[in-house]
């Protein structure tokens, strides 16, 4: 029997086998379900690409005229975390053109609402079944999200949501919970409480939002000797922060802690390596990408909060599919793992 027989043979026995899971936990995998940690999740996958597992589609899917099509308008730029995202959506692409589930990626000006607005406006339902959207609250994208909903096109929003507009679900981390963990990690660095910097990318973006309320209410009750300053916004720039970071080391010779909610931070690392400060001012940062891992190897950074690239695309996916056979269900998502990372636990 010829190796190709044998993928081809493939059951979903075969999968749970492989992966040292359940068969229940294999059907929730492969119907998007939630319930599943994202590791487990990647085991299942990972058995199905190595088995060469061919997943019986719901019929209404196998029906289609045409393969379901996907969108994602990812922010260009120099935040590496969309950048993650972006890897992420082609790596998934194989797998999920087998289930007839086609990836398209586009990059977006980093905070160009008008710019995004016209690609969600240009966007039909015979070309495009569902749009993802990395966006801030402007009046006109929320409008483009209407207007894109009345057309039959169901938008997603992923990292940072717009729970007040016409999108169909959300896909990202509780902000405010990883807010209020960088809160608590910060207070517990500092007992003796003192200065603490907040950076943000944009405070129009509702997840730098969240995180900033969560940040300050931790601090708030259980840690009141704690002073922010700021937020000051870097707009997720490298140069831009690394400014920001710069003025505020120079201005505050005090400044006892730090905590970048965006993104930016190879221009955080500079600037502290650059002043001498590194490691004597407890940093927190956002999302795990070469210039946070390369903080935290060298005492830059004390933590960092990820969430995971990969494990979001893998359930915007899952969400699409779902919408897809049946527009009128209401599709609920967990929400995504907040990971914490120190240098002692780099992966």
């Known amino acids: 029997m010829s190796e190709d027989t044998i993928r081809r043979r493939a059951t979903v026995h075969d999968v ?37 597992f061919a997943r019986d589609l719901n019929a209404s899917l196998m029906a289609r005229a045409r393969d379901l099509s996907v969108i994602f308008f990812i922010p260009d730029g120099t935040n590496e975390f969309m950048d993650g995202l972006a890897e992420a959506v082609h790596r998934r692409s194989p797998l999920a053109l087998a289930d007839r589930i086609h990836l398209d990626l586009r990059r977006i000006r980093a905070f160009d609402a008008a710019a995004l607005a016209r690609s969600l406006d240009q966007l039909s339902a015979a070309e495009c079944d569902c749009a993802v959207i990395v966006s801030s609250d402007a009046p006109e994208v929320l409008a483009a999200i209407e207007a894109a909903h009345r057309r039959g096109v169901t938008v997603m929003t992923l990292v940072s949501d717009l729970p007040g507009s016409a999108r169909r679900n959300f896909i990202g981390i509780d902000n405010v919970a990883a807010g209020r963990t960088a809160g608590s990690l ?35 009750q259980e840690f009141p000797r704690v002073d922010i300053i700021g937020p000051l916004e870097g707009h997720d720039e490298r140069t831009e922060t690394a400014d920001i970071v710069s003025a505020l080391l120079d201005q505050n010779p005090d ?7 965006g993104a930016g931070n190879g221009g955080l690392v500079a600037a502290l390596e650059k002043s001498s400060r590194s490691g004597t001012v407890r940093v927190i940062a956002h999302e795990l990408t070469g210039p946070t891992r390369a903080g935290l190897r060298s005492g830059a950074i004390d933590v960092v909060l990820d969430q995971n690239p990969d494990g979001e695309i893998r359930e915007v996916i899952a969400a699409a599919r779902a919408l897809a056979l049946d527009a009128s269900r209401v599709t609920v998502t967990d929400p995504i793992e907040i990971g914490i990372f120190l240098r002692d636990n780099l992966r």
């Open 16 to 52: 749970a086998r492989a992966a040292g899971v359940s068969l229940a936990t294999v059907d929730r995998v492969l119907n998007g379900r939630p319930g599943v940690r994202a590791a487990t999740a990647e085991k299942v996958e990972q058995a199905i690409a190595e088995l060469g």
């Open 186 to 220: 910060m207070g517990r660095f500092l007992p003796q409480g003192g200065k603490v910097a907040v950076v943000a990318g944009s405070l129009h973006l509702r997840d730098h939002a969240e995180r900033l309320e969560g940040f300050a209410a931790a601090l708030r």
């Open 255 to 261: 400044l006892a802690g730090l905590y970048n909610l």
